[in-house]
T-cell receptor, first 117, second 116 residues
Framework: GAVVSQHPSWVICKSGTSVKIECRSL??????MFWYRQFPKQSLMLMAT?????????EQGVEKDKFLINHASLTLSTLTVTSAHPEDSSFYIC?????????????FGPGTRLTVL | AQKVTQAQTEISVVEKEDVTLDCVYE???????LFWYKQPPSGELVFLIR??????QNEISGRYSWNFQKSTSSFNFTITASQVVDSAVYFC?????????????FGTGTRLKVLA
C-alpha cells in the first residue's frame, strides 16, 4: 500500500515550453501533497505544499507564476513548469501525505527528471 | 527554526566494514518525527525508518541500526558489514509539526561509497 506515482518519469523539452508533471496517490487519499526539487548532488528542497481544493503554499524564493500547482482531487496533484528554461532542469519529486489511521507520513513518488534544452 | 545537519558529505568504506552516518537536528517542537531515506542512483527515495520524538529506543533491522539520543539531538544510522549495494546517498529528515503541514526538512545528505 501507500504507493505514489509520477508521470512522466523523464521529459526533455525546448526552452520556452511548458511541462506538466503529475503526481498520483494510487491506494490512498492525500489531502496534502508536496513538491520537491533536487539539483545534482544536492538535497531535496521543498518547493510548495499542495492542498486539495485550495491554493498551494509556496516556499520562499519559489516563483508561483512559474511553477503552477493544481491539486484538484484527493489523489492527483500536478506541477506545471511554465516557460521552462535550462536552469529549470532538475529532478522533481512529489510526496503525498497519508493521514489514515494516524500514520501521518509522506510517501514519495519515483521522481521526474526534467531536461530543458 | 528547524534544521537537519549531516556533516559527512561523503564516506568511503571497504566492503564488510561498519559505517555510521551522523544526523543532528534542531527543533523547538516537543513532538516531531525523524526519518532516514536511501537514494540510490536511480533517484527514487527508499524509506528506511521513521521515529517519533517520544520513542528513544534504538532500533535494529538486519544490518541497519539507529541510535536516537534526544539529549544530543542526534539520530545516527549504522550499517554493519557494509555491502556494495549499500552505496547510495542517505538523507536524514525532520518532520515539522508546528505549522500543521508536517513538511519534511531534509539534511544535505551523505554519499556512501562501499568499495569491493
Amino acid at each position: 500500500g501507500a504507493v505514489v506515482s509520477q508521470h512522466p518519469s523523464w521529459v526533455i523539452c525546448k526552452s520556452g515550453t511548458s511541462v506538466k508533471i503529475e503526481c498520483r496517490s494510487l491506494d490512498f487519499q492525500a489531502t496534502t501533497m508536496f513538491w520537491y526539487r533536487q539539483f545534482p548532488k544536492q538535497s531535496l528542497m521543498l518547493m510548495a505544499t499542495s492542498n486539495e481544493g485550495s491554493k498551494a503554499t509556496y516556499e520562499q524564493g519559489v516563483e508561483k507564476d512559474k511553477f503552477l500547482i493544481n491539486h484538484a482531487s484527493l489523489t492527483l496533484s500536478t506541477l506545471t513548469v511554465t516557460s521552462a528554461h535550462p536552469e529549470d532542469s532538475s529532478f522533481y519529486i512529489c510526496s503525498a501525505r497519508d493521514i489514515a489511521g494516524g500514520r501521518n507520513e509522506q510517501f514519495f513518488g519515483p521522481g521526474t527528471r526534467l531536461t530543458v534544452l | 527554526a528547524q534544521k537537519v545537519t549531516q556533516a559527512q558529505t561523503e564516506i568511503s568504506v571497504v566492503e564488510k566494514e561498519d559505517v555510521t552516518l551522523d544526523c543532528v537536528y534542531e527543533t523547538r517542537d516537543t513532538t516531531y518525527y525523524l526519518f532516514w531515506y536511501k537514494q540510490p542512483p536511480s533517484g527514487e527515495l527508499v524509506f528506511l525508518i521513521r521515529r517519533n520524538s517520544f520513542d528513544e529506543q534504538n532500533e535494529i533491522s538486519g544490518r541497519y541500526s539507529w541510535n536516537f539520543q534526544k539529549s544530543t539531538s542526534s539520530f545516527n544510522f549504522t550499517i554493519t558489514a557494509s555491502q556494495v549495494v549499500d552505496s547510495a546517498v542517505y538523507f536524514c529528515a525532520l518532520s515539522d509539526t508546528t505549522s500543521g503541514t508536517y513538511k519534511y526538512i531534509f539534511g544535505t545528505g551523505t554519499r556512501l561509497k562501499v568499495l569491493a
